[in-house]
C-alpha cells in the first residue's frame, strides 16, 4: 500500500503550483514569506544552490547545507497561499520537515524588535481548519524536537529567543477595519506576536503527521511601535537557526 502510495504522489509531480520533480526537493524545506527572500538565504546560506521552480514567482532553491540537502523555498503572504504550497511538499514531495522563517509583529512590549519568536502553538481568526471537520476548535502545535533543538541553538550562540503562542490572522494588522482591539485582545490572551501563516502550517504538519516549526523575527513592537531594521543583517540570526535543524 504504501508503494503504491509513493509511486501516486511521484505521478502528481510536478504540481500546478511547483515545477519540481520529485527528488528536487529536499526532505528538509525552509521557508520564508517573502520570494526575494527565500532567494537571498538560497544564495548566501547553500552551497550549488539551484532553482527547482520558479512558477508564479515563487523561486525554489535546492543546494547542500553543512553536507545536508535543504530547500529554500517562499511561501507568499497568507494562509491560503502558504496552506497550497506545505500541503504539496508534505503529500507529493516526500519532505519531512518545514521550518517556516518569517517576520512578525511582537504583542508584548517588553519583546525588543530584532528579537526571535519560536512558536511553541498557534491561534488565529481564521476558518482554514473547517476543512478537517472537527467538532471543535483546533489547537496546533511545533514538533517538540525541532523546538527543542532550536532553543538548545539558542542557548548555544547566546541568541535570545522566546517561547509561547503566535496569532496568525487573516488580516494584516495595520490594515485590519477594527484597528488595535483584535492584537490587544490577543495579546492580553498570551500571544507573543502576530503573523499570517504559522497556523496552516501547524495545521498541515499534523494532519500529514510530518515535522513543523515557525521561527519569526519580531520586525516591529506593535504596543511600542518600535521597529527593526528588515535587512539581512536583522533576519541572520533566524536563518542562521533554521539551517541547524536541517
Known amino acids: 500500500m504504501t508503494d503504491k502510495k509513493n509511486s ?31 532567494e537571498w538565504a538560497a544564495r548566501k546560506f547553500l552551497k550549488g544552490a539551484k ?8 523561486k525554489t532553491f535546492t543546494g547542500i547545507y553543512e553536507s545536508k ?22 503529500n507529493f514531495y516526500g519532505v519531512q ?10 504583542l508584548q512590549k517588553e519583546i525588543a524588535p530584532g528579537e526571535i519568536i519560536l512558536a511553541m502553538s498557534a491561534s488565529t481568526d481564521s476558518n482554514y481548519a473547517y476543512q478537517f471537520e472537527l467538532d471543535g476548535t483546533f489547537s496546533p502545535s511545533a514538533d517538540y524536537e525541532l523546538l527543542r533543538n532550536a532553543m538548545d ?6 541568541c535570545k529567543a522566546r517561547v509561547g503562542m503566535i496569532f496568525s490572522s487573516d488580516f494584516f ?4 477595519a477594527k484597528g488595535e482591539r483584535e492584537w490587544k485582545a490577543w495579546a492580553k490572551m498570551g500571544a507573543l506576536g502576530q503573523d499570517m501563516e504559522t497556523y496552516a502550517l501547524y495545521c498541515n504538519a499534523a494532519f500529514t503527521k510530518r515535522k513543523a516549526l515557525s521561527i519569526l523575527t519580531a520586525t516591529v513592537n ?18 542562521l537557526m533554521a539551517l541547524s535543524l536541517a
Open 51 to 58: 532553482v527547482v521552480s520558479d512558477i508564479r514567482g515563487i
Open 173 to 176: 494588522s495595520a490594515y485590519n
Open 8 to 38: 501516486l504522489e511521484a505521478a502528481a509531480t510536478p504540481t500546478p503550483h511547483n515545477r519540481a520533480k520529485r527528488g528536487q526537493i529536499a526532505p528538509t524545506v525552509i521557508l520564508p514569506g517573502d520570494p526575494e527572500r527565500a
Open 153 to 158: 541553538f539558542a542557548f548555544s550562540k547566546k
Open 97 to 106: 520537515k518545514i521550518i517556516r522563517t518569517g517576520t512578525c509583529g511582537a
Open 222 to 239: 506593535l504596543c511600542t511601535k518600535k521597529a527593526a531594521e528588515d535587512s539581512e543583517e536583522t533576519l541572520c540570526p533566524m536563518m
Open 69 to 90: 540537502p535543504v530547500t529554500i523555498m517562499a511561501s507568499g503572504m497568507g494562509m491560503p497561499s502558504a496552506g497550497i504550497y506545505i500541503y504539496e511538499l508534505y
